[in-house]
């Protein structure tokens, strides 16, 4: 399939304004495994890029010294699978500035999808979703950290997938997993067919 045929799709991991368990407005600390895990899967979805939003300058370092190692140091000679994931990652302040660069690189603004365990007025289902991702524009969907993206940021964008529901009442998965979840449903197989 060539990528005119694949759906335009971009992941943002977002680590600011997003809640603490307190639903105070806070920035989170990047987690490594999220770097790893997440560039791994957008890699087997081929997601266009990966960006790890955040603001922070010292946040902003740690993270560019892991990226580094496994796009140019020792890390990318000794495991190409994981270079080749990391080749996918893109370090940004901003989600207004992850919005510019898409807007650049395709001519129009992506739209915008945020994801969260609560539901909101536009939130949309993942059948819906995966239909308009067949539409050829540029989509980016995007994971909060912390307990999920501060309402007023949500509510802005342009459409909010449902939650992924479990069996149980529990209901908070960890960023890694909603992200291979929910690519998978966007972008995965039609093993319901």
Known sequence: MTRENKPNVYIGLLHYPVYNKRMEVISTSVTNLDIHDIARIACTYEVRRYYVIHPLETQRKLIQDILDY????YGAQYNEDRKTAFNKVVLIPGLEETVEQIRRENGVNPFVVTTDARSYPNTVSYREMRKRLADGNPYLILFGTGWGIER????????????V???GDYNHLSVRSAVAIILDRLLGEKWWK
């Open 165 to 167: 529901y479990g069996a």
């Open 70 to 73: 496994w796009q140019q140091g």
């Open 152 to 163: 007023e940021t949500m509510l802005r964008c342009d459409y909010i997938l449902e939650p």
